[in-house]
């Protein structure tokens, strides 16, 4: 949690000078870019990252883990060359025949995608192989610490303006620096080397595994979706400006959440281990307490931030006032998203891709179609609300779900609830 904290508190730091710099039309380009880029790089692997996750989690001997993150890779690699030439192919296309504006995005994207990718599959080697403090420590302190160390470099001993291509030009070759200094090095270092020399991956073996990953897509997909997808709806039915604008109060907003995140990545092995050796007991408790834990908190840091939200015109500038705005809806639904506590690893590890799956398809056009629909009746404001009766519509159906099909009460307990909301008003 400490890890976690820290590196959200430094991509809050970072990311609030990047949109200082660039201003809002500048920023929305590049926000848009690195949204669409996000998206890629987690479909690109087709759900064999949350397959390879799930065995290394059951079996962390170098004589598995190396064939299985090797074929994790092949089958990665093979639809990044997909996506990448298809990114590349949009950019070309936006430039003869409009809008101009998206084909800096999708060159923006493209060259975002490849270190993004990368990372992720470190990210999902790492977990069950080195913890997840270790885990997440290169991406969530490295990267944009030495962001915001070079911003601010530039700001001292440049007059030139920060651009978005240039943003992003330095976010990516971080990215990449940092992966390759810490996948060749401690644990993963012999792992990955024996990955690299693995012969046994086959077209058979590719075949199978994109099969058993297929489930997984929108598992992995769909919350990136729900995420990085927003901001590319709100840019295409209002501006990029606009986008700006709802991005940064999303990332504010997205603040109450982070205890969701932590205890999620944290619960994949555990609740697994349960959940496999038939100890349901020990699992339903763990669900609840996480729920509690996760809204207690959430309550606090949104009380917090509405407080505190006139702060944000004052450090961003006057142009940026239309965050404010914003927040109320966007903490209610990240309030919403807490109140349930961790569905995605409980749905995860308990077999129940397909319904999590079968959901997105129906969830992530509502949710699209209401925010395209709202925008455009209301502008961003409108995005806003539609955000908000999407995550409530998809809560209901989550928790509605896992209860029918796995008895699992994915909300907090009440009795640890009132417990702690008594102390929270003493």
């Known amino acids: 949690m400490v890890v976690r904290v820290l590196g959200l508190l430094m991509m809050f730091v970072c990311t609030t000078l990047t949109a200082r710099l660039l201003g809002p039309a500048e920023y929305g380009t590049y926000n848009t870019g690195l949204s669409l880029a996000i998206v890629l ?169 994109v099969t058993a990953g297929l489930p997984f897509v929108f598992v992995a997909v769909g919350s990136i979706v729900c995420q990085r997808g927003i901001p590319l709806v709100v840019s295409a039915s209002c501006s990029f400006s606009d986008t700006a604008y709802f991005s940064y109060a999303m990332l504010v907003a997205g603040l109450p959440s982070l205890p969701l995140g932590i205890v999620g990545l944290t619960l994949i092995p555990r609740f697994a281990r349960h959940y496999h050796n038939g100890r349901m007991e020990e699992s339903r408790r763990l669900a609840r307490n996480a729920s509690t834990l996760i809204f207690l908190i959430a309550v606090v840091l949104s009380a917090g931030l509405l407080i505190t939200a006139p702060l944000i015109p004052m450090i961003l500038g006057a142009e940026w006032r239309a965050v404010t705005t914003l927040l109320p809806a966007l903490l209610l639904a990240s309030l919403v998203d807490c109140l349930t506590g961790p569905t995605v690893p409980v749905m995860q590890t308990t077999g129940m891709e397909r319904t999590y799956s079968g959901l997105f398809l129906v969830y992530i056009p509502v949710q699209l179609l209401l925010l395209y629909g709202l925008s455009q009746w209301a502008g961003v404001q409108g995005a806003a609300v539609a955000y908000l009766l999407g995550r409530c519509l998809w809560n209901l159906m989550v928790t509605t779900l896992i209860y029918r099909q796995r008895s699992l009460v994915m909300l907090p307990a009440r009795a640890s609830l009132r417990e702690g909301l008594s102390r929270l008003r003493r």
Request: overall charge positive; charged content about 10%.
């Open 41 to 209: 790089a987690t479909l690109a692997p087709l759900g064999t990252d949350r397959v390879l996750v799930k065995h290394l989690s059951l079996n962390q001997s170098p004589e598995v883990a190396a064939p299985e993150i090797a074929l994790t890779h092949w089958c990665t690699l093979l639809m990044s060359g997909v996506l990448l030439a298809g990114c590349l192919l949009g950019a070309v296309l936006f430039q003869r025949v409009g809008p101009h504006a998206w084909s800096q995005a999708a060159s923006l994207a493209a060259i975002l995608f490849v270190p993004l990718t990368l990372t992720y599959l470190r990210q999902w080697v790492a977990i069950p192989l080195v913890g997840t403090r270790r885990a997440l420590m290169p991406e969530q302190i490295l990267i944009p610490g030495l962001t915001l160390f070079l911003l601010t470099a530039m700001v001292l001993l440049t007059t030139r303006p920060l651009t978005a291509s240039t943003a992003t030009v330095i976010v990516s070759v971080l990215t990449f620096v940092v992966w390759g200094g810490t996948t060749y090095r401690g644990v993963l270092r012999p792992i990955y080397l024996q990955a690299l020399q693995d012969r046994s991956t086959g077209a058979g073996s590719l075949q199978q595994r």
